[in-house]
């Protein structure tokens, strides 16, 4: 084992993770209207770990309607009103980030992140709305180009 001849049995293997590098975050992150922060889900864990355990209660918590996808969060200041140009910017995201991308209009569901729940069973992604709104959107060209090339990397 020493000289590299015989490998050692499995039980006894060290299992070396990719420790090098940065850790991935469960997100991404985009600069919104009025430099307001976006965070978009990568997949059903990691929307988990974004609407349950990253989001604070303030935050506006978003979705796209009908459709798997990732779920978004706008960052909210203490006290501070939802900014409807961030809103729809956080909308458009959702919706991108759906299997509903090629649908004309979305309808995207909406509320404070204190509302949302994961029921006992619930697989990886999703979740119970107590609430909540819709707002309809249209992916429109510019507006997602601009969001898109306003992810932050790092």
Request: aromatic share 4%; net charge positive.
């Amino acid at each position: 084992v020493a000289r590299g001849v015989v490998r050692r049995p499995r039980a006894q293997q060290r299992r070396h993770r990719g420790t090098s590098g940065p850790e991935r975050k469960p997100y991404r992150e985009f600069e919104g209207a009025g430099g307001a922060t976006i965070l978009v889900g990568r997949g059903g864990a990691d929307n988990d770990a974004l609407s349950l355990k990253i989001a604070r209660g303030r935050d506006v918590w978003l979705h796209a309607r009908d459709f798997a996808g990732a779920h978004g969060v706008l960052r909210m200041a203490k006290g501070e009103d939802i900014p409807q140009a961030a809103l729809h910017d956080a909308a458009v995201l959702a919706a991108h980030f759906s299997k509903g991308r090629d649908d004309t209009l979305i309808e995207v569901t909406y509320t404070r992140a204190k509302h949302i729940r994961k029921p006992k069973g619930y697989p990886p992604g999703r979740v119970s709305v107590a609430g909540g709104s819709t707002l309809p959107v249209r992916l429109e060209g510019p507006r997602l180009h601009a969001l898109l090339h306003a992810e932050k990397r790092g």
